[in-house]
């Protein structure tokens, strides 16, 4: 396929065939070298079950159009997948299909070029932000709740600044705003949006920053996907809200910002109340807290006459009446105890007496009779037990002597 | 035992000896010893009855007197 054609001679005169002819330029294709091509994708077919992917390339002005090729696998490396639409610059080698005698580009290397390029440089900054950790919503801040200072980073003269501003008015007419005009598109639009943003940030009066800008095309708002932008956004301690071009827009500003505005306007609306409607909230709030109020006032009213009839409340004294019955009692038992406790001994010390008494030989004593013992204490029965000059003792019906032994009878 | 036994040791005692003497299994010597130590508690245990009716009867003429004055 790829040999050099021979032709057939007809006497002086050399004829290819169709093949002959089609492999005779495929040959000299092949000899070429790599070709950049630019163009716009006209036309794309692609299938899961073919080997290649069809692709028609045209000239802006659209009256040249160039069919070329390119292996699926390599098609499907592009992140993000070509659309219909884009402008590229192909990297491949003029090619003829030889049973059909069609030429065609065969791509070895797709690139996108202009906005295509931009959007996909765009692509990856987003990625690399994200992986950063720029997009996380715990970076995000609520914005207050009334702002004293509304800090607006806009183009000069711009209809975005007339939307924020009288939007705001509007609902909150005390709203208070900085306004910092910069281009917002060309090449120093971000380093100048990104010093107005660290002014604002700086001003400690200004409680809020909004970013704003009207719809544009995709390279009118190139500025705020630029890193620089994204970074100082980030890098604010004052909440931002973006609020560039219209809903359907997504610079990379929009995610770093604390707040997406879809449009300026709608910034407005997140940045300052409803002034009459907050009024008329706390109207009804007021009114309700009044009402409940009321209810509670009778309800603790109700409750504390309940108590006020009760005995102990009506008459305070009997209270204390009581109490003072209790103690008294107390102290009845208390100087009862003693004289008590005093008068059961004295009884149980009679009986035990009684008792002592009637086992003694006091009866017999009182009679006359007498006990004599001797000085160890031992009772005499026999006169032979003593003996003159001994010490005895006598014990009579009331007391007793001592004395001295004279005489012994025996 | 101390010299000085208190009420209820001494009336513990003397119940005793009271019961004892009630047994009559004592000889004569022992009965009148025990006798003569049973009047001599009882002469305690009586001292220590007044001295103490003696006590409370003055603490409630004083708490009395207490109770009149406000």
């Known amino acids: 396929m790829s040999a050099k054609p021979v032709p057939i001679s007809y006497g002086d005169r050399r004829v290819f065939s169709v093949s002959g002819f089609n492999q005779g330029i495929a040959w000299y294709l092949k000899r070429l070298p790599a070709i950049w091509v630019e163009g716009e994708i006209a036309e794309l077919r692609r299938n899961d079950r073919w080997g290649f992917v069809f692709i028609t390339l045209k000239d802006t002005d659209g009256r040249s159009t160039l069919s070329a090729t390119m292996t699926r696998q390599r098609f499907d490396a592009l992140e993000p997948s070509p659309q219909v639409g884009e402008r590229v610059h192909a990297l491949g080698r003029g090619e003829i299909w030889e049973r059909r005698g069609e030429l065609r580009l065969a791509v070895i290397k797709l690139e996108r070029f ?8 765009i692509e990856v900054l987003r990625a690399r932000l994200a992986a950063e950790g720029l997009f996380a919503a715990e ?9 004293r200072t509304i800090g607006l980073v806009c183009g000069s003269d711009a209809a975005a600044k007339r939307d924020v501003i009288e939007t705001a008015e509007e609902r909150y007419p005390p709203a208070r705003f900085r306004v910092l005009e ?4 060309g090449a120093g639009a971000p380093a100048r949006i990104a010093g107005a943003l660290r002014l604002l940030d ?10 704003a800008r009207g ?3 995709v390279e009118d708002l190139l500025a705020f996907s630029d890193e620089l932008v994204c970074r100082a956004v980030a890098a604010c301690s004052t909440p931002v809200v973006s609020a560039i071009g219209h809903e359907q827009d997504s610079p990379l500003v929009d995610q770093v910002a604390d707040v997406r505005a879809g449009t300026p306007s709608l910034a407005a609306k997140l940045i300052v109340p409803d002034y009459a409607a907050e009024t008329a909230r706390l109207d009804t709030l007021l009114a309700r807290a009044g009402r409940a109020l009321e209810g509670n006032t009778a309800r603790s009213r109700r409750l504390l006459e309940l108590l006020a009839s009760r005995p102990a409340f009506r008459s305070p004294e009997t209270w204390i009446s009581i109490r003072r019955e209790r103690l008294c009692t107390a102290a009845e038992g208390l100087r009862r105890a003693a004289p008590d406790r005093i008068q059961r001994e004295t009884l149980r010390l009679r009986h035990d007496h009684e008792r002592l008494r009637l086992l003694g030989p006091a009866a017999t004593l009182e009679r006359g009779y007498a006990i004599v013992q001797d000085s160890a204490g031992a009772v005499l029965r026999d006169a032979a037990a ?17 004395a001295t032994v004279t005489e012994v009878h025996e | 035992m101390t010299d000085e036994p208190s009420f209820e040791q001494a009336r513990d005692e003397l119940e005793q000896i009271v019961r004892k003497l009630e047994d009559g299994n004592t000889t004569l010597d022992e009965a009148i010893g025990l006798w003569e130590r049973g009047e001599q508690l009882h002469a305690l245990c009586r001292a220590q009855l007044d001295q103490a009716e003696a006590r409370v009867a003055e603490l409630l003429r004083r ?8």
Do not use: H, W, Y
């Open chain 1, 114 to 121: 202009g906005i295509g390029m931009l959007l996909q440089q």
């Open chain 1, 139 to 147: 970076r995000k801040r609520p914005l207050p709740f009334l702002p």
């Open chain 2, 63 to 70: 708490m009395d007197d207490a109770a009149d004055k406000p």
């Open chain 1, 182 to 185: 910069v281009p917002v598109q």
């Open chain 1, 202 to 211: 700086a001003d400690p009066g200004v409680d809020v920053i909004v970013l």
């Open chain 1, 215 to 217: 719809g544009g095309s």
């Open chain 1, 386 to 402: 003593t003996a003159p000059s001994k010490e005895i003792a006598v014990r009579l019906g009331r007391g007793g002597v001592r």
